[in-house]
Nanobody, 119 residues
Framework: VRLEESGGASVKSGESLRLSCVAS????????IAWFRQAPGKEREAVSC????????LYDETVKGRFTTSNDNGEDVVYLQMNNLKPEDTGTYYC?????????????YGPGTRVTVSG
């Protein structure tokens, strides 16, 4: 599977963004798709995960209630709706695939999309 992220931008605190992760090469139906982010000088961290087949989701505590990951009826796009953005959300956001949200390594990371939150 090949993944490509888009939708990153520079915004102010409190604003919203929606990131997209578009897949090609294979259907996402049997995958879990996670969003990761990496801030400058920091390690990459997991933000969210969605199991495409049943729509179940997981979120990191730092984004719970502000971010929502979704997939439109099994289509090959996964979204990350980010509301009430904070400066600490700044980073490069990546999506990646795995057989499930936990217990297996993620692969097929896309090139990333940059999010900068100021103020």
């Amino acid at each position: 599977v090949r993944l490509e992220e888009s939708g990153g931008a520079s915004v102010k605190s409190g604003e919203s963004l929606r990131l997209s992760c578009v897949a090609s090469g294979v259907s996402l139906y049997y995958f879990a798709i996670a969003w990761f982010r990496q801030a400058p000088g920091k390690e990459r961290e997991a933000v969210s995960c969605i199991m495409i087949s049943d729509g179940s989701t997981l979120y990191d505590e730092t984004v719970k209630g502000r971010f929502t990951t979704s997939n439109d009826n099994g289509e090959d796009v996964v979204y990350l709706q980010m509301n009430n953005l904070k400066p600490e959300d700044t980073g490069t956001y990546y999506c990646a695939a795995a057989p499930r949200c936990s217990g297996s390594p993620f692969h097929s990371y896309g090139p990333g999309t940059r999010v900068t939150v100021s103020g």
